[in-house]
T-cell receptor, first 110, second 117 residues
Framework: GENVEQHPSTLSVQEGDSAVIKCTYS??????FPWYKQELGKRPQLIID?????GEKKDQRIAVTLNKTAKHFSLHITETQPEDSAVYFC?????????FGAGTTVTVRA | GAVVSQHPSWVICKSGTSVKIECRSL??????MFWYRQFPKQSLMLMAT?????????EQGVEKDKFLINHASLTLSTLTVTSAHPEDSSFYIC?????????????FGPGTRLTVL
């Protein structure tokens, strides 16, 4: 089955700086890669996604890149704000089933 | 749009009892719903895939007789934890695929916190 690895497990950044989270996947059949933000005790919230026919996607301060050859994808958050503090999960979809990375706890220092 | 609800939001039960959790898609039809379990400070682990009108497909290591799933309509799936034990205490989250929307996108429910005493 699909194996998704996510790094780093924790990330502390100064407000205004950028945050980068990286994920790798194992199944070349995976074709959809969403990123979720989860606050404590809440549901995962989709923040951005990318499909395998696209290399890069941006939505305001958030961007995602995908390298299919290397089987890795990354989340970039620019101009971080305190409200960006949360746990972020990457995921890879194969036949509509999502496999999640272990998560990255992001702390934005004011 | 694309709202998924879960009920109850939290439940405390005694060991040996059964607990039913409901997952509903409020404004769309969901051909497929998924059930996840999340332990504290861990990731979401897929337990099973639920398709309307057919048997659920369970992931390896998940006991189908312990975690009963019923998907009776395009808007409702239920997960019943039978003979619950303290090790079943966890955050259970469902998600749903929109029949009409982008097929890959899953919309998550708010989760159910289960505590077994």
């Amino acid at each position: 089955g699909e194996n998704v690895e996510q790094h780093p497990s924790t990330l502390s950044v100064q407000e205004g700086d950028s945050a980068v989270i990286k994920c790798t996947y194992s199944d070349s059949a995976s074709n959809y890669f969403p990123w979720y933000k989860q606050e404590l005790g809440k549901r995962p919230q989709l923040i951005i996604d990318i499909r395998s026919n696209v290399g890069e996607k941006k939505d305001q301060r958030i961007a995602v890149t995908l390298n299919k050859t290397a089987k890795h994808f990354s989340l970039h958050i620019t101009e971080t704000q305190p409200e960006d503090s949360a746990v972020y999960f990457c995921a890879a979809s194969t036949n509509y089933k999502l496999s999640f990375g272990a998560g990255t706890t992001v702390t934005v220092r004011a | 749009g694309a709202v998924v609800s879960q009920h109850p939001s939290w439940v405390i039960c005694k060991s040996g009892t059964s607990v039913k959790i409901e997952c509903r898609s409020l404004d769309f039809q969901a051909t497929t719903m998924f059930w996840y379990r999340q332990f504290p400070k861990q990731s979401l682990m897929l337990m099973a895939t639920s398709n309307e009108g057919s048997k659920a497909t369970y992931e390896q290591g998940v006991e189908k007789d312990k975690f009963l799933i019923n998907h009776a309509s395009l808007t409702l799936s239920t997960l019943t934890v039978t003979s619950a034990h303290p090790e079943d205490s966890s955050f259970y989250i469902c998600s749903a695929r929109d029949l009409q929307g982008i097929a890959d996108t899953q919309y998550f429910g708010p989760g159910t916190r289960l505590t077994v005493l």
